[in-house]
């Protein structure tokens, strides 16, 4: 059954959009035709920014008390949760994610929406500040009011937490958004929107426009945007960032990653090997935080290389809705290409071809799939050790000792993510602090939403989760009395 949504959501409500034309949208598994939906152009986008100025400037949303705004997102919160199953079959046929992956993402929803909720009941939305000097007579008073009109950027990997780790705390704090979701996900999206439809916002205060990239900058350019939220690639952060500062609007990037586990000589190599399913080839490799680089003490290289061949050899790949399937297909055939020409390129480097390959899974040569690779024998300078491939294409790197594994894992012009496998967790804690990364795992710990999450150097500039994610998306205010 092919799905059909030839309206946009702009400022709450279903509207015509400036272009009839529909975007096929097709199914990773097999190319088969699986919706058709409108998408933005710069007319729609005009018109979504003008209903988010009028209700930001009216005050509609943005004075409603903070304990109101969070009944709404409570509530809001909740309708996802009641439609979790069919969120995740959404987002299986339209990114080819693996059943297991969809589904299991949803608990992490909700710990992601509960921490930002935890976050405004007790954020500072105003406080006084009492004089330093005993003599004076002045006082500060202290507000954290919304920025203004935000434009939210996702990518496609992951749609709804891209969403809702933006829209949550934006719409906590008063603002009004525009959120610009990929063409690949207009499917789930146009669900998110239903979803936030029978939320209770006003009039105006959000939009969900799937748009190609052109409107997209259109968006992030536009005299009326405030803040610019954007999680994506780097080449585009960059353009982002250069966007916001010729116009000096806020912005806050999450960006690529090309992360390092390090496996140190004290490890249990069988543990370390078993987290590495989840930790670097979750959603078939297309995630920003895939521990992709594995670092092993060259005592004990063969025995991680030889596990870890064994570990991919095991994984299923295939048809998503199946429930053995642990690897499911590239999104779009250009992304499957992009990474077989990536295990092309790591051979031409010399780099040791462990298992897989450029070619595609027998069977399966109708959809965007890709062998999982391992290679050994790789030097951190190598293109497959540096660049983020985003598919299931691991790389692993010998060292010599400890600091040579804290050199290699922060020799990256990224840093977002990371990992430590050790059986003494105070020495992984302190080899984990010496890694320049935003956020680093011990032992395959899930990242926690209550903490902050981004990345240092071309990985990004800010963070999300909990208060100090909720805290971007406000203005400070001080008023002297």
């Known amino acids: 059954m092919v799905t059909v949504h030839d309206k946009l959501f702009i400022g709450g409500s279903w509207v015509e959009p400036s272009n009839p034309e529909l975007l096929d949208i097709t199914s990773p598994h097999d190319r088969s035709v699986i919706g058709r939906a409108a998408q933005a152009q710069p007319a729609d986008i005009d018109r979504a920014v003008a209903a988010a100025r009028a209700s930001f400037e009216s005050g509609t949303w943005r004075l409603t008390p903070p304990a109101e705004r969070i009944e709404v997102l409570r509530r809001f919160n909740a309708l996802r949760e009641q439609n979790a199953d069919a969120i995740a079959r959404l987002i299986s046929a339209e990114n080819g994610s693996a059943g297991w992956f969809t589904r299991a993402g949803q608990p992490g929803l909700s710990r992601q929406a509960n921490a930002y909720l935890t976050a ?81 916002l006003p009039d105006g205060v959000i939009s969900v426009l799937p748009a190609d990239r052109e409107t997209s900058e259109y968006l992030v350019s536009h005299q009326d945007v405030d803040k610019i939220a954007f999680t994506g690639s780097t080449r585009a952060g960059r353009r982002i960032a250069s966007i916001a500062g010729e116009q000096l609007k806020r912005v806050s990037l999450e960006l690529g990653g090309k992360s390092a586990a390090i496996i140190l000589p004290d490890a249990d190599i069988a543990r370390a090997v078993a987290g590495v399913k989840f930790g670097s080839l979750l959603n078939n490799g297309e995630s920003c935080i895939a521990q992709t680089r594995i670092l092993a003490p060259r005592s004990q290289y063969e025995q991680v290389v030889t596990a870890l061949k064994e570990l991919v050899e095991s994984l299923k790949v295939g048809d998503p809705n199946d429930p053995e399937t642990f690897i499911g297909p590239m999104i779009r055939p250009d992304q499957q290409e992009r990474v077989r020409e990536y295990i092309r390129l790591g051979i031409e480097e010399g780099a040791r071809l462990v298992t897989g390959g450029p070619q595609i899974p027998e069977g399966l040569e109708g959809g965007n799939y890709v062998t999982p690779t391992v290679f050994a024998d790789v030097d951190n300078s190598m293109r497959i050790a540096q660049e983020e491939i985003f598919g299931p294409v691991l790389v692993v790197i010998p060292y010599d000792d400890e600091d040579d594994a804290v050199r290699i894992a922060n020799d990256s012009e990224y840093g977002l993510s990371g990992g430590v496998w050790s059986t003494d967790e105070q020495h992984a804690l302190a080899v984990a602090r010496r890694v320049r990364t935003g956020t680093v795992t011990i032992n395959g710990a899930s990242i926690g939403f209550d903490g902050p999450f981004g990345g240092f150097k071309a990985s990004g500039i800010g963070r999300e989760y909990g208060a100090v994610g909720l805290g971007t998306y406000t203005e400070y205010k001080t008023v002297t009395v």
């Open 120 to 200: 405004a009941r007790e954020f500072g939305w105003e406080e006084t500040l009492a004089p330093s000097d005993p003599a004076s007579t002045v006082r500060s008073v202290v507000r954290r009011e919304a920025v203004g009109v935000v434009a939210a950027v996702i990518p496609w990997n992951s749609p709804f937490s891209s969403a809702t780790s933006k829209i949550i705390p934006a719409l906590l704090a008063g603002n009004s958004v525009i959120l610009k979701v990929s063409p690949e996900n207009s499917l789930s999206m146009a669900f998110l929107a239903e979803l936030l439809e029978k939320t209770g």
